[in-house]
């Protein structure tokens, strides 16, 4: 049997240099009796020599994640971590995959201490509590805080860098029974030497107390929910703990006087804000033309789909545009953005349309529904078509768009544009790259929409219909050189090709 | 006379208090070792203390003032309430948040003001005490700022610049809650703010051409609050009305607020006790949608009556009307299924996955992992154990359920 005594204040050095002899000797874990050194035993003092490392003893390696483990269970308080860590160890030498096995009895235990550790540490940046002192520095320009916490295991070199990074401009001192950190602005210096409490008030306690004792609601009291995050032993420390047990016990009384002193009548300043409030809504006219009918689009709720909707997406382009492109409804980004076709299909429709020579800003761009209609799906938003009502309901502005900006060709894009337009329900195919008259002397020109042509997966097709549609759209060109060379704006013409 | 500061704050942090959001995470992590200054946020928040209510304290939530031109009928700083008021100047803000800060009370601030003259007044005087903190103060904690609905698209940007999280209340689950009970807010002109931002962020997460990092905007994103049990609206609304919101605007978190008398209260709304089971449910529904693969319909469609059971947590809810699908065996069974299984969380499921690597598991392995068997045996099967017939078992569910309380005799 060979005895192992270490100081044990979270060192993880010490225990390392230890085991990693003892592991050389290939001692067993059964045969090493780890102890800790208490304050009356002198150092070097009925120690065990380290023994001998065998000739055959192979070089040492341990996966990262242990070292991560040894390092925070080093820090409990509980003696048994020395020799829970060596059996971890030596049972690592034969099978590296120990730290995997979630369920076996030595992983489970080392897990738990961790956490301990882990949230003790993590207690510790939150239960600290800085009071000023006087400053070192007498020019003024660092202030000074001191610290006193009690943890439970030996955390305070573990957590000192986190307060390092934090409170950079100022002195500090935190000190515990377990070893104390203090840092000056240079130098960040640490201590296993046990501290005493001083005795030191701060003024600024008493704004604190007084936030902690109003952001409490009465009316939902769960005791127990505080005291499983901040259990009782941190008490002691924290300077607005004094009020918990008087807020407890008021908080019946005090919801019971609010329940008591219901309505009353309200002060005067109120009936002024109500009237001036009326007076603002009155002023705010309405617009004519196509900007007046956007204002009014702007609050349709002429089906459901406003409800879901960011935005009603209205038209754009010229008053008075020769050519109109009708899609089918907004996406998501035109839902967010409050245009149309700003989104992927309108980035097909733009670059296409450029590239044979069509002009976006000379034509009037809008969708035969103006809210967005989708289903959520976690992050995202699932595009929904619309149905026959949401269409129906919407031509009431699609119509008025028409009447206001009088083109002599609409281009419907999709099977829903078609719809919105005629009333047709023919397949796409039959009515697509032909212009078609309809009522008002206009020209109806069908190509598909360009989001079909995002959704083809298959990439030789996709090439294929991205030609047709490029075919389309330069005829849409075309059409629009023609009908500037006929003033007189009949179709005739055009219509009977 | 003009009331002390500590008076005002008295008022105003409770003025405050109805906002549950408290969470200081999710944003880049950045500290002062370089700049020489105050403060850091490290990827998980710090709750510094809790309340009697159970409620984390992480940030110092005070409002600037709680004067407001609006008469919310749930907000306890409506005109028309009798509350006193007082204010705050952006100096005081300042200072506080630097004081409590430094003896570490909390991760930083949470800033929420009544509206006072006009919306673009508000948020100016917001934006300058969040710009303060940042450029004269060097401060680098957490900083979260309510905007103000109707402010200007600058101001907005501008906050975005120096604020961790921007939030903007949808306050009620439907447009009608809202027009019955906020007359004076607009549904349609909050869903376009959050919209506006989702932009900003997007865009700002581009890299830019000169620069291959990204600009920093908001890095913990926007979040939201839904007041519960104050309208009529059901769990079903409630929670539809949060997935949209998630889906459409990329929120981080929705947050359920337990309708809770207040004082002075407005005769249109009853004084009741706080939902708090209820709101309780919401939150597991939204973690059930957003972490476990569960659709809003499936979760609501436990009952009839479209809200949550108030007995059991939704997820055992769905499991015992869905008994067909179980038990599951856990040494075999998908990733997405043993997510369904109750008892189980995703911590729970990452470390069945990785140990069930090395050895068939029994439900003592089960048990060491932290979870408990009580809820899990009869929706599984082990190495040595089959749910047998107890998944068939009429009194399954009455197993779960809370126990009767006996009455007293008096």
């Not at chain 2, 007044?121 to 680098?140: D, G, K, P, W």
């Amino acid at each position: 049997m060979w005895t192992v005594t270490l100081n044990g204040r979270g060192d993880l050095e010490e225990w390392r240099d230890a085991a990693r002899a003892y592991l050389r000797a290939n001692i067993k874990p059964e045969h090493i009796d780890w102890r800790l050194r208490d304050s009356l035993s002198l150092p070097g003092l009925a120690e065990d020599a380290v023994p001998e490392p065998k000739p055959d003893a192979p070089a040492l390696s341990v996966p990262p994640q242990f070292l991560e483990l040894a390092e925070a269970v080093i820090c409990h308080s509980d003696p048994i971590r020395f020799s829970l860590l060596y059996r971890l160890l030596w049972r690592l030498c034969e099978d590296r995959n120990v730290l995997q096995m979630l369920a076996d009895e030595d992983v489970v235990l080392a897990r738990k201490l961790e956490k301990s550790v882990r949230r003790d540490s993590h207690k510790m940046t939150a239960f600290v509590r800085f009071k000023e002192i006087a400053p070192r520095d007498l020019s003024g320009h660092r202030r000074a805080f001191f610290a006193w916490f009690e943890p439970d295991h030996f955390i305070v070199a573990r957590k000192a860098p986190f307060f390092r990074r934090r409170f950079v401009d100022m002195d500090w001192v935190i000190a515990t029974p377990k070893g104390s950190a203090a840092w000056d602005g240079e130098v960040l210096t640490l201590s296993d030497e046990p501290a005493q409490k001083p005795d030191i008030r701060d003024a600024t306690d008493d704004l604190w107390r007084t936030y902690y004792a109003n952001i409490f609601n009465p009316a939902r009291l769960k005791v127990k929910a505080m005291t499983a995050e901040m259990p009782k032993k941190y008490w002691k420390n924290l300077p607005e703990a004094e009020l918990i047990p008087q807020l407890i016990a008021d908080a019946e009384t005090k919801v019971l006087d609010m329940a008591a002193r219901q309505a009353s009548q309200p002060p005067t300043f109120h009936e002024r804000l109500q009237k001036r409030a009326v007076v603002g809504d009155a002023v705010s006219a309405a617009a004519d033309g196509l900007a007046g009918l956007q204002q009014a689009a702007a609050s349709c709720t002429l089906c459901p789909l406003h409800c879901a909707a960011t935005q009603t997406v209205f038209g754009e382009g010229p008053e008075r545009a020769e050519i109109m492109i009708v899609g089918e409804q907004p996406g998501d980004q035109e839902d967010l953005a409050g245009r149309p076709f700003v989104g992927p299909a309108g980035k097909v429709f733009d670059t296409v349309a450029a590239e044979v020579g069509l002009d976006r800003s000379r034509t009037y761009v809008t969708n035969a529904v103006k809210h967005f209609k989708y289903e959520p799906r976690g992050k995202r938003r699932i595009h929904q078509k619309p149905n026959q009502g949401e269409v129906q309901a919407c031509r009431f502005w699609l119509s008025q768009e028409i009447q206001l900006v009088q083109p002599k060709l609409i281009v419907a894009m999709g099977a829903t544009a078609y719809y919105a337009l005629t009333d047709g329900r023919e397949r796409l195919e039959d009515v697509r790259g032909r212009p078609l008259p309809i009522e008002g002397g206009r020209i109806l020109f069908v190509t598909v929409h360009p989001s079909y042509l995002l959704r083809i997966p298959d990439e030789a097709r996709k090439a294929d219909e991205l030609a047709r549609y490029r075919q389309d759209l330069a005829r849409v060109g075309q059409m629009a050189v023609e009908l500037q060379s006929t003033k007189s704006g009949s179709l005739g013409r055009l219509g009977g090709v | 006379m003009k009331k002390s500061l500590k008076e005002r704050l008295a008022i105003l942090s409770d003025a405050a208090k109805y906002d549950a959001s408290c969470a200081s995470s999710g944003t880049t992590r950045r500290d002062s070792s370089r700049s020489g200054g105050l403060g850091s946020t490290e990827g998980s928040g710090i709750c510094h203390a809790y309340a009697p209510d159970g409620r984390c304290i992480s940030l110092l939530k005070i409002l600037l003032t709680n004067f407001c031109i609006y008469d919310c009928a749930y907000c306890i700083n409506r005109s028309s309430s009798n509350v006193e008021r007082a204010r705050f100047t952006p100096e005081e803000v300042v200072w506080l948040t630097l004081e409590f800060y430094r003896r570490n009370y909390i991760e930083g601030l949470f800033l929420s003001s009544g509206i006072i003259r006009s919306s673009d007044h508000t948020m100016e005087q917001m934006v300058r005490i969040a710009r303060e903190l940042r450029t004269t103060h060097n401060f680098r904690g957490y900083i979260h700022l309510k905007t103000i609905p109707d402010a200007s698209p600058l101001l907005i940007e501008e906050a975005g610049l120096y604020a961790d999280r921007l939030s903007i209340n949808i306050e009620l689950p439907t447009d009608h809650g809202v027009q019955q009970f906020a007359p004076e807010k607009k549904p349609a002109g909050i869903r376009q703010a959050m919209g506006n931002l989702r932009l900003k962020i997007e865009e700002a997460s581009e890299p830019t051409l000169q620069k291959k990092r990204r600009r920093t905007f908001v890095p913990a994103g926007q979040s939201t609050q839904m007041i519960v049990g104050a309208d009529g609206a059901n769990d079903a609304t409630i929670l539809g009305t949060s997935a949209r919101l998630y889906g459409s605007y990329g929120l981080r978190r929705v947050y359920y607020s337990a309708f809770s008398p207040i004082p002075d209260a407005s005769s249109k709304l009853p004084l009741i006790k706080p939902p708090l089971v209820r709101e309780h449910r919401l939150y597991q529904a939204d973690w059930l949608y957003r972490f476990y693969g569960f659709d809003i319909g499936e979760i609501t469609s436990a009952t009839a009556d479209g809200n949550l059971d108030l007995d059991l947590d939704p997820k055992l809810a769905w499991a015992l009307a869905h008994r067909d699908r179980f038990p599951i065996d856990i040494n075999r069974a998908p990733k997405e299924m043993l997510l369904r299984v109750p008892g189980l969380g995703t911590k729970a499921v990452r470390s069945i996955l990785s140990a069930r690597l090395f050895s068939r598991l029994r439900l003592e392995d089960l048990a060491r992992l932290g979870v408990s068997l009580r809820k899990v045996q009869a929706f599984v099967s082990a190495e040595g154990w089959s749910a047998g017939g107890l998944i068939d078992r009429t009194d399954l569910r009455a197993r779960f359920e809370p126990k009767p309380e006996q009455l007293s005799l008096f």
